[in-house]
């Protein structure tokens, strides 16, 4: 005979447990890395209340120019930057307007004018010095892939101060994403970075300013005899090739359209090298190259305007190639270097010395580095970070002294609770330990979290109609991109603006 009261009973028992259990279950418990088991309580169901959403309205009213005419100090010609200065200094833009504010770069007070070398080489570009082209790396992680930042910070700075080219390109680049350029390379090219697959202790540490270099053919097992200095292939029998080939891209800025010199990045320490450049099918220039232990450069002019060239590299060892630089004769650009996965850790893998002898080369003036988004937001200690990033920072300064130094802290990265996407507990603590490295090394300091709105600001980029981030609640789309560079772009002209007129902040306004 079925007795239903007992069931009942039981259910009744059950769900008066659980209801008395839902009182003491803690939101979550964190597990092995951004790893953590959720429960459900009243506090995150039945007493639930809906986190609030950063007000990003004024950051894209002030700096989305999607919408808006070029500024009057566009130029016509890279070469023609004699209006650029003429506008007269006003301090409060940035001292009373909230917004405006809110983007300033920050300094440490022991270093105050810690990008007025920068802003030295600025000056004397814009005046038309004959040998002034000057370059900025721009390193991240994949927050900057396929240009994004760069190509728009190079393309404002460049109608202001002149030049054009895409800048320093890999040898490969396999998602063929960059807005700059486009770009098609043999199968035959061998990747080795600082960081991530491909990466071994046993590489040698001789990397390029990309923080990677690219080989092809094979190492010499035996020394070679003496070679025949007219032609640089006695005693060698086999010749390995590979090429690269970039075209212009009908997506890039304008000034990205326009290249007038190539320069090629490269190092052969065991055998000859031999390297080629050809617009369309022509071979318009050709130079070989002894072995050395230098890294070096090889650069010549274009004679056609700038629609397809192919760097044709030739040697029967395996040299490492670097890079190859599309450029202007003079003005400005900025060179893009996102390492995947990267948390800002790894410079100190690569040799010092060889770093300097291609920053030289290429009149590097200033380094943007920006990293975080690879780093655990759960912790709630980053002192171990801050320590290592330091140390990066220290070591990148210790290749030039005149070389400027803009660090870019960390974005809101935002995550699933409980149905809402809201900020990671402790990326402010991420923040700080980032911002007390820069100041520590003598860094300027951008403050990308506040920028965007601070707490809870990734889902407002997100769910803004049209996307301004991606729904991964990690990185920007293109034009979310664009209007935090436009922001970025403004505080550094501001800064310029006030190392021109002489102004100088008072720690009340810093």
């Not at 009149?363 to 002192?383: A, F, P």
């Not at 609770?417 to 507990?425: A, R």
């Not at 003598?442 to 407002?460: I, R």
């Not at 800064?495 to 102004?503: F, T, V």
């Amino acid at each position: 005979m079925i007795k239903p009261l007992r069931p009942l009973l039981l259910c009744v028992y059950v769900f008066v447990a659980l209801g008395i259990l839902m009182f003491f279950l803690p939101d979550e418990v964190p597990l092995l890395g951004e790893y953590e088991l959720r429960f459900f309580n009243y506090q995150n169901t039945l007493l639930k209340e809906k986190p609030t959403y950063a007000d990003i309205s004024g950051i894209k009213d002030k700096f989305d120019r999607s919408k808006k005419q070029p500024t009057s100090k566009q130029t016509t010609d890279p070469q023609d930057t004699t209006q650029a200065d003429t506008q007269t200094f006003d301090p409060s833009k940035y001292e009373t307007d909230t917004v405006s504010y809110k983007v300033r770069i920050q300094y440490s007070p022991d270093h105050p004018q810690a990008l007025a070398p920068f802003f030295t080489y600025l000056k004397s570009v814009n005046q038309g010095a004959s040998d002034a082209l000057i370059r900025v790396i721009h390193y991240g992680d994949s927050q900057l892939e396929g240009d994004r930042m760069t190509a728009y910070l190079r393309n404002r700075f460049q109608e202001r101060f002149g030049g054009c080219g895409g800048g320093l390109q890999p040898l490969t680049n396999q998602l063929n994403m960059k807005i700059s350029v486009t770009q098609q390379n043999d199968a035959t090219w061998q990747y080795h970075p600082i960081f991530g697959k491909g990466y071994s202790r046993a590489n040698p540490n001789t990397y390029g300013l990309l923080a990677n270099y690219y080989r092809f053919g094979k190492a010499l097992t035996a020394t070679p005899k003496a070679e025949d200095s007219t032609n640089l292939v006695a005693d060698f029998t086999t010749w390995y090739e590979a090429k690269a080939t970039y075209r212009r891209s009908n997506a890039a800025h304008q000034k990205d359209q326009r290249v007038e010199n190539i320069k090629v990045l490269y190092h052969n320490p065991q055998a000859p090298l031999r390297i080629s450049i050809l617009e369309g099918a022509d071979t318009v220039a050709q130079e070989s190259f002894s072995p050395t232990s230098q890294a070096g450069v090889y650069q010549t002019t274009l004679t056609n305007a700038f629609q397809q060239v192919t760097v044709h590299f030739k040697s029967p060892a395996n040299p490492q190639i670097y890079g190859v630089a599309l450029d202007c004769n003079q003005g400005i650009t900025f060179d893009n270097v996102p390492i995947r996965g990267s948390s800002g850790l790894d410079f100190t893998k690569m040799n010092a010395a060889h770093l300097q002898q291609q920053m030289q080369a290429l009149k590097v003036k200033m380094m943007i580095v920006q990293y975080g988004v690879n780093v655990d937001q759960n912790l709630s200690d980053y002192t171990f970070y801050e320590r290592g990033f330091y140390n990066q920072l220290k070591f990148l300064k210790s290749l030039a002294p005149d070389m400027c130094i803009l660090v870019i802290g960390t974005s809101d990265r935002s995550y699933n609770k409980n149905g809402d996407y809201v900020s990671y507990p402790n990326i402010e603590k991420l923040r700080d330990a980032q911002r007390n490295a820069a100041f520590k090394a003598g860094c300027a300091f951008w403050d990308l979290y506040e920028v965007m709105g601070g707490k809870n600001s990734m889902p407002s980029w997100v769910f803004n109609k049209p996307p301004l981030a991606e729904k991964d609640f990690t990185h920007f789309s293109y034009r979310g991109a664009n209007i935090v560079s436009e922001a970025l772009y403004e505080a550094l002209i501001y800064e310029y603006e006030k190392y021109l007129s002489g102004y100088t902040s008072t720690p009340e306004n810093m």
